[in-house]
Each structure stands twice: as C-alpha cells, then as structure tokens.
C-alpha cells in the first residue's frame, strides 16, 4: 500500500527546491498533497505545485475544497507530514504549539512522530541559543528534525543553515518511514572490490561497484542498526549517522577492519569482491615493458569469510555472497557451509547477465530450510530482502 504524505512548504527562499522533492517523491510512488503557507507563495507559487501534482494544494483555511477537508482530516488521512523548508518562525511556532496558519494548524493535528522538518534559515538563526532550544525540545516531543547543511545561504554568507538537497531529504524520509528492528544490533559490511598493486601504478582488482553493499548498510541502518561499512575502492559515498565507513584498498586492509571489529559486532554481510590472490613482491617503481611476456608470482589473500566463520560466537550471523560461472546453487551453499556460513548469496555470472555494475540482480538466498529464487530484483529491494533474512535469524 502506498505511504501518504502531506508535504508542507513555508516562506523561504528555499521553497523552489520543494518542487524538485515533490517530483522525486513522486518518482518513489509515494501519494501526495502539498500545502503553502501565503508566505511561500511570494517564492513559489501554488500552480507551481499544481502542476506537478495535478490537484489542487492547500494554503488557507476555508479554501474552496470538498467538505471534510480541514486541518485535522488531512491531518489524520497523511502517514507523515514533511515541512521543508522549515522556517525559523514555524519551528519556533511548532515548539510552542502556535496554530497560526493552515500548515501549523495541520502539523499540530499530528502525533509528533509523523512530523518530519527540514530546516531553512540563515546561521544567525540557526545558531541562536533560542532556536537551538526549540530544535531540543521538538526532538524530545518526538519530531524528526533535519540537520541542515553547512553551505552558502540567501545573504550571501556561507554557515549552518542551508536546506539539504531533496535526494537528501528523500533519504531522510524513508528512513523515517522504514518500520525499526525490535532489537537492534551492530553488522559489518564489505563492499566493492580489492585491489592488489603490482607496482606503483597497476594491480590486480575486478569491476565490482560496491552498490549492493552500500544498499544494504543503507537499509540496516534505516532499520535502526549500527553498521560498519568496510568498502574497498570506488564505492559510492553514503551519509547516516549510524554507518561508519572505513574505506580500504587491498584484501589484507579489508581483513584487518574486519578483524579489528567481528568481536564488537553481532552480524557479517560480505559482499565485497575481496580479491583471492596479491602478487608475492610489489615492484617498487612502474615495471617496463622489456620482454613480450611478463610472469607474476601470486600469493593467496586472507579468506576473510573463513577466518569469521572460524571466529564466530553462537548469536552471531555470518552472510556470504557467492559469485559463481559454473558452480550450482546447492554446490555454491556446500562451500559456503564450509566456512560456516548462516546464509548464503548466490550470484552467477555468466553472458547474458552481470551483476557488477547492475542496477538489479537474480540471486538464490541459500539456507538451511530452502533455497529461494529472486529474479531481476534491484538491489534495493535485495537489501530489503536480506535484512529481513537476517532479522529471521536473529
């Protein structure tokens, strides 16, 4: 069933980025309505808004809309309320429960935990004693409140203050909206591929993007969980106050953070295209091209999912991820039960499909019970999937 949201937009110069999370609101499917203060529509207007959303949007009380449409009904029919931007004057007015306009008087129709604000405002504001006060005591009400962005603001100055991008605040939204884990624990995530240096210049690595790992991070970190995200070269960056990201270059560097924090941490998910061999000596400078074949002496890396597996304490999880060409799903789980695995991942590359750099993927969750088949799934519907496997096990 689609989420609804009432997405509120107050009187700041910021407004004109709403336009812009409304249509990635709507590219995530959500459903929507939209209400203005008669300060935002001097910055945008409200056919800017009708326009994208095809309905009409709400400012004033006693509009002309149907009957049964006041502030508490749409209160009430909405599963969150998004105010972005968020002035200074509406937050301050929010902290003391002050129904002044339509928005507000919606918003305090509203359990404090379905109201999400994203704040708007120069640094001067933000960083008043006051302001700071409202933010602590609307937080402790249960409102999710927004950190804004460090950057340049309207008067020109650059300071705290400055409304997050909207695929930021989309990130925050469905963080607030993603049901948390009854009882949360800390995982470890590898991601994205190792790369083992020949010389100063050239090494041994694969294309792995590191998409699935972060995805993953992502949503157990949505889910309330504390992870530590291990990623090797390349990986896209990710911002959530509960992920640590160590980044990493080679498979020794990947094993040592694993290894530095298996004892603290209840769950491992390797997803990392960990590199299974380095070469035996790393030339110092770049090598010339002298003969027509060049011979390189190789060294087996450490199997970090082994040495977990070796590691593990009864309550915690080990997942691994399996990338094959020709081994079968039940002889990838065989191996992987070798290094006691709780549940496995199955991928096989083969020409009519490569999961590296994919946006989807058709994976086998091996376990003891079953094996299940997912075919073109995205990968953040896989981390939806394996956080729930995970969430089983637990």
């Given amino acids: 069933m689609k989420k609804r949201i009432l997405l509120g937009v107050t009187g700041s110069i910021a407004a004109y980025k709403s336009l812009y999370l409304l249509r990635l609101l709507q590219d995530r499917d959500f459903d929507l309505n939209v209400i203005l203060t008669s300060s935002a529509t001097k910055f945008v207007t409200p056919l800017s808004f009708e326009a994208l959303l095809r309905k009409k949007v709400f400012v004033e009380f006693l509009d002309e809309y149907p009957a049964g ?50 704040p708007a405002m120069e ?30 603001l309207a008067s020109g100055k650059v300071g705290a ?45 694969n294309s792995a993007s590191g998409k ?10 949505f889910r309330g969980n504390k992870v530590i995200l291990v990623a090797g070269p390349g990986v896209p960056p990710i911002k959530h106050r509960l992920i640590k990201r160590i980044d990493v270059i080679s498979a020794q560097e990947m094993f040592e953070a694993v290894r530095e924090s298996w004892h603290n ?49 009864k309550e915690q999880i080990v997942v691994g991820f399996a990338l094959e060409t020709d081994l079968s799903p039940e002889e990838a789980y065989k191996k992987l039960l070798r290094k006691n695995v709780d549940l496995g991942v199955y991928n096989q590359l083969s020409e009519e499909f490569n999961p590296f750099g994919s ?3 058709n994976v086998v969750m091996l376990t003891r019970k079953e094996f299940k088949t997912y075919k073109n799934v995205s990968k953040e519907e896989l981390a939806r999937i394996l956080a729930d496997y995970i969430e089983s096990l637990k």
């Fill in 69 to 118: 449409n006041d502030h508490v009904d749409l209160a009430s029919s909405h599963d969150i309320m998004v105010i972005a931007p968020a002035t200074a004057k509406t937050i301050s007015s929010l902290a003391i429960a002050r129904p002044e306009n339509f928005l507000l008087a919606t918003a305090l129709a509203l359990p404090p935990h379905k109201v999400t604000i994203v």
């Fill in 123 to 152: 640094d001067g504001f933000w960083n008043h004693p006051a302001m700071q006060e409202n933010i602590t005591k609307l937080r402790e009400y249960g409102y999710h409140v927004m950190e804004p962005e460090v950057g340049r």
């Fill in 212 to 221: 699935t790992g972060v995805l993953v991070a992502r949503e157990l970190a």
């Fill in 359 to 361: 946006s989807n993927n």
């Fill in 161 to 205: 203050g400055r409304m997050p991008d909207p695929e930021e605040v989309i990130e925050f939204i469905i963080d607030v909206l993603t049901p948390k884990t009854k009882h949360s624990f800390t995982a470890i995530v590898t991601a994205g591929p190792t790369r083992e240096f020949i010389d100063p210049v050239r090494f041994i690595s």
């Fill in 265 to 313: 941490s209840e769950v491992f998910i390797g997803s990392a295209a960990v590199s299974d061999y380095t070469p035996v000596e790393k030339k110092k400078s770049k090598i010339k091209k002298v003969d027509d074949s060049l011979i390189l002496e190789l060294k087996r890396t450490p199997d970090i999912l082994k040495w977990v597996g070796e590691n593990k304490r």
